[in-house]
């Protein structure tokens, strides 16, 4: 069996390999629950950072995070010399490229790939040990792009090494054009403060309008207001695989996610709210396009949502990053509810690899 991956060598080095073989003091760039999560994983290989700096605006005289001081980098920098600098936190757009790309020319910076909830992480022994699904995935994304942008992100989750994720930094995250090429009903799962509501209208339209799902409240209120004009229907609830209620964690704005926390919230399958099995939406609408970013929800919409998508064939855009297995485990759930369909990945410019998107365009029309 060939050691490599469609072309990514096998010997790519791991983030612990690459930092006992260079041989530099290790500092943590940033605090929070990023650096406690960077040390717990350094210390598990044996590996026991020096220090933590921050951005020069952020350090306070006196400031520590657990047993270091917190200091800025110039002064790091005029004792060590030469550092391996760790990212605990993340960072997008133009802010990634103003504090990242000076630190990577002067120093070695890696990215530990922690998924945004759940254990584990999609590393290196663990891809290959998933090599046939990935390759599975790789094969079925339909342009060059695509391809490249997943080799991209495959061999960031392997190194943590940011440079890949450079590497196709602007424009890389434009839907493909048949996902806005409906008259239909778009659904809007995780619709936040409306924002990607009013953005999918502004880009298509010919649709009927959206439906747009979200179970925090104060998001909620947000959602509501800023898509009142608008050809808009909110729904205050989470979707997932089944009818009811769950339990809901409530941070302020982005980030709420379910099984966690007192509140209790209405989740609901959309099959059952587009009233399968029916083809048609209940106001006789098709569903011509579904958009789901779930805060690790992402698959059990999909459980949710399969005779839905079996039988309209919408167009399914779907966030691929909060859990470790996202990368692979949604694509390949994705070809099988609809698999005559193509395939395409997107991400925007963002550090760790957030914000990763597949997408699905039906090739076949919907069941009569």
Known sequence: MANDLFGLPFELRSLPETLKNAGLPVYLYGMGDGADKALAYLDAHGIHPRGVFASEDFVRPGAHFRSFPVEKLSDVEAREGKIAAILCFGTEGEEAERLLRPLMERHLLRVPPFPVYGEGMLERERLFARKTDAERVYGWLSDELSRALFRDVLAFQMTGDPAFLFSHWNGADVPPKAYFSHDGLHLDVGAYDGETARDYLARNPRCKGVWAFEPNEASFRKLCIATAP????????????????????????????????????????????????????PNGEAVGSLHIDAEGEDANVLYGSANLITSCRPCVG??????AGDLLDLPLLLKRLCYRSELFFRKKPCVPAWDTEFYLIPTIKPIE
């Open 230 to 281: 608008a050809k808009v229907r909110p729904f205050h609830a989470a979707c997932g695989d089944r009818d009811g209620t769950v339990s809901l964690s409530a941070p302020h704005g982005r980030g709420t996610h379910l099984g966690e926390g007192e509140g209790r919230v209405r989740v609901c399958k959309l099959d059952t709210v587009c009233s399968y099995p029916t083809v048609n939406a």
């Open 318 to 323: 779907i966030s691929a990053y909060h859990r």
